[in-house]
């Protein structure tokens, strides 16, 4: 912004840019501050808007107004959130090396999270270790000059700041404030000629003030060097006051804290899902939307969970969310799914708002399964959806009109309750994917929360651990990992024309990409080609080519199989060993389990081509007694662990 005493037209010409509604000049900064002009940067940080969030949520849920400037500067829980390396979510400190050093420094005023904020740049990077060594007493504090001590004690003697070349040139040389701000900008603004003048003037200044002329040489050397990197303290001041802020609120509201940052970051899936394990890590239950309790944003509940905003799911319009929430404050909750339907306003609550509402969970606690809202009976063109809205419609129309049809009928002989059919949930992988459709992210699990038990049973290593070790390290050793495929980028063509295509894995914790070219492009193309496909993976070091002799060996991993996660079982396992105490065996457990071994029992041809041996583990501890059983018949393992899943019998489960 330029900033003039009168008319701005008086001292620069301006005109209007298409991109802006503000007059414009061509002037540069420099120019237009030479005809005295001020030139100011103001500058929008989302953070804020991130704290006053955090603070609506800590006024809405325990009703009290914090004001955030008044905060306490020596809090300890908000320095271990710093000093733990906990800053994801904290402004200007969540990159992996800062938390790295932050551990390590252990900051114990803002001071230090200032110095942190200026250091951690490239070029003053380096003396970070030395910053650390000197707060903790393992290195000696020493000054060039022992005038400099006044300017670089809180610094522990390293010149951080452009105000303290400033200062120390006041003292040292009696520069003036002019001259040091002159030098200050000549610094920022590398203008050679400026600094050699300015260094006559230094060098006299400090002789007069008989000064050591060889040490005060030395001192202008280090400072030619600092200009590469000189910061602002002021600025630094202000973004660690912000930092400081919103560590604060993480520490003693955190889930207020978190709710905040997730709604600022609605539009980036990525941040998202970040926010939402950082959450988990802190144990901060995350819960899916629920048109009886979310808003349009995230909120904290009454237990401190963080309920997911109805803004952020697909098709659900802002319109939409204004109206429900005002429906739902004026009259109370929703008491069941009929209720609802005739409570909204259907004007813009259609049946793909309303589909994408029940794919994101947000009727669950009327204790219904979602399938049921797709629904359709055979011989009908209606999903129980489209009824839903129907009578819905009904209703609404006989609240608002006395008028009968043309039989004389009145409008509530009309209008007839309607009927919840019974249909079979979805699969996990099903309700998972319906999930990410609409929000882009997996709310209530992840896929690979069907597989726990594949992956413990054949996995040796996880994604993660691959991509945080040397490759080397695997050599000669088989990985077995598996994970889900969150891009594929098939059928590209090398230089030479040659098809290949890349896919990336991930599992809980990280993901990694691969490329496929060749042989191992045709054999599993069809395997990684499908984003959501659930795979595992068998894994080999391979060395690449040097492009030059006698250079060190660099590895990859070369994939040699790669299978169906849902196939795995079926494939591989060939004893199911099932451990049960002899406490938890009543009749209707052992009815379960009779009809469940019955139901999948296997023929003779089908067991010669495979299934499973069943073994049965029933443990007395009162009396040190096993008994162990196995089953006649062999089964088809997937379909046999489904079941008991679904009847959620307390088995241990083994696999060999």
């Known amino acids: 912004m330029i900033i003039a005493p009168e008319d701005l037209i008086e001292y620069v010409p301006t005109g209007m840019a298409k991109d802006s509604e503000m007059p414009v000049t061509q002037y540069e900064g420099t120019y237009v501050e030479s005809v005295g002009l001020l030139k100011m940067d103001f500058l929008g940080l989302k953070t804020l808007t991130i704290i006053k969030g955090a603070l609506d949520n800590i006024k809405l849920r325990h009703g009290i107004e914090i004001d955030i400037e008044k905060i306490p500067l020596d809090d300890q829980p908000t320095y271990d959130i710093f000093g733990n390396g906990e800053t994801n979510g904290i402004f200007q400190f969540e990159s992996e090396g800062m938390q790295k050093y932050l551990k390590e420094l252990k900051p114990s005023r803002l001071e230090d999270i200032i110095a942190m904020n200026a250091l951690y740049r490239p070029g003053p990077m380096e003396y970070i270790p030395q910053f650390i060594r000197r707060k903790k007493g393992q290195e000696a504090i020493e000054y060039d000059l022992p005038e400099m001590e006044e300017y670089l004690h809180d610094t522990y003697g390293i010149t951080v700041y452009q105000e303290q070349v400033m200062l120390l040139?006041?003292?040292?040389a009696n520069f003036t404030k002019a001259d040091a701000d002159t030098l200050r900008k000549a610094m920022g603004k590398k203008k050679k000629d400026v600094m050699a003048k300015m260094k006559v003037k230094y060098m006299d200044g400090c002789k007069a003030n008989g000064l050591d002329p060889t040490v005060c040489e030395k001192v202008w050397t280090d400072w030619e060097a600092f200009a590469e990197y000189a910061f602002n303290k002021s600025h630094s001041t202000c973004y660690a006051w912000v930092a400081y802020q919103t560590a604060y609120l993480k520490a003693h509201y955190p889930a207020e804290y978190m709710a905040s940052v997730l709604t600022n970051n609605l539009s980036d899936i990525s941040e998202i899902s970040f926010f939402m394990d950082e959450c988990k890590r802190m144990g901060i239950k995350l819960l899916p939307p629920d048109v009886n309790e979310s808003m349009g944003f995230f909120t904290v509940n009454k237990d401190g969970a963080i309920r997911f905003g109805l803004s952020g799911?697909?098709?659900?319009?802002?319109?939409?969310?204004?109206e429900l929430i005002k429906e739902r404050e004026e009259n109370g909750p929703f008491k069941d799914v009929l209720d609802f339907v005739t409570r909204v306003n259907l004007r813009s609550m259609n049946r793909r708002c309303m589909e994408a509402l029940v794919m994101a969970g947000a009727f669950d606690s009327f204790n219904m399964t979602r399938s049921v809202f797709f629904y359709q009976k055979p011989g009908e063109n209606q999903t129980f959806t489209e009824k839903l809205l129907q009578y819905g419609a009904g209703v609404q129309r006989r609240q608002t009109s006395s008028q009968t049809d043309l039989f004389g009928n009145s409008?509530?002989?009309?209008?007839?309750?309607?009927?919840?059919?019974?249909?079979?949930?979805?699969?996990?992988?099903?309700?998972?994917?319906?999930?990410?459709?609409?929000?882009?992210?997996?709310?209530?699990?992840?896929?690979?929360?069907?597989?726990?038990?594949?992956l413990t049973t054949y996995s040796n290593i996880n994604i993660e651990k691959i991509k945080n070790t040397p490759l080397e390290t695997f050599k000669g050793k088989s990985l077995h990992f598996g994970g889900i495929v969150t891009e594929a980028s098939m059928n590209r063509k090398t230089k030479t024309g040659k098809d290949y295509g890349r896919f990336t894995?991930?599992?809980?914790?990280?993901s990694i990409e691969?490329?496929?070219?060749?042989?191992?492009?045709?054999?599993?193309?069809?395997?990684?080609?499908?984003?959501?496909r659930l795979v595992f993976i068998t894994a080999?070091?391979?060395?690449?080519?040097?492009?030059?002799?006698?250079?060190?060996?660099?590895?990859?991993?070369?994939?040699?199989?790669?299978?169906?996660?849902?196939?795995?079982?079926?494939?591989?396992?060939?004893?199911?060993?099932?451990?049960?105490?002899?406490?938890?065996?009543?009749?209707?457990?052992?009815a379960k389990i009779l009809k469940i071994c019955n139901d999948n029992a296997l023929n003779k041809t089908a067991a010669q081509n495979g299934g499973a041996v069943v073994e049965f583990h029933v443990a007395d501890h009162i009396n040190s007694l096993t008994l162990n059983m196995v089953l006649p018949a062999k089964v088809k393992p997937s379909d046999f662990l489904a079941d008991l899943q679904r009847e959620k019998l307390d088995l241990g489960i083994k696999i060999d």
């Open 169 to 172: 040139s006041q003292k040292l």
């Open 313 to 322: 799911i697909k098709n659900v319009g802002t319109n939409v969310v204004d």
């Open 411 to 454: 409008m509530e002989s009309v209008v007839s309750t309607i009927d919840i059919p019974k249909v079979e949930p979805w699969s996990q992988i099903e309700q998972l994917g319906n999930e990410k459709e609409v929000v882009g992210i997996y709310l209530s699990g992840f896929p690979l929360d069907a597989y726990k038990l594949e």
């Open 505 to 510: 894995l991930a599992d809980y914790e990280a």
């Open 514 to 532: 691969f490329a496929l070219f060749g042989k191992d492009y045709i054999n599993f193309k069809n395997y990684v080609e499908t984003p959501g």
């Open 540 to 590: 080999e070091l391979r060395q690449r080519w040097a492009k030059e002799k006698d250079t060190a060996p660099e590895y990859e991993l070369q994939i040699r199989t790669i299978e169906l996660l849902d196939e795995l079982l079926d494939k591989r396992a060939k004893k199911l060993r099932l451990s049960v105490r002899l406490g938890e065996i009543t009749p209707d457990f052992t």
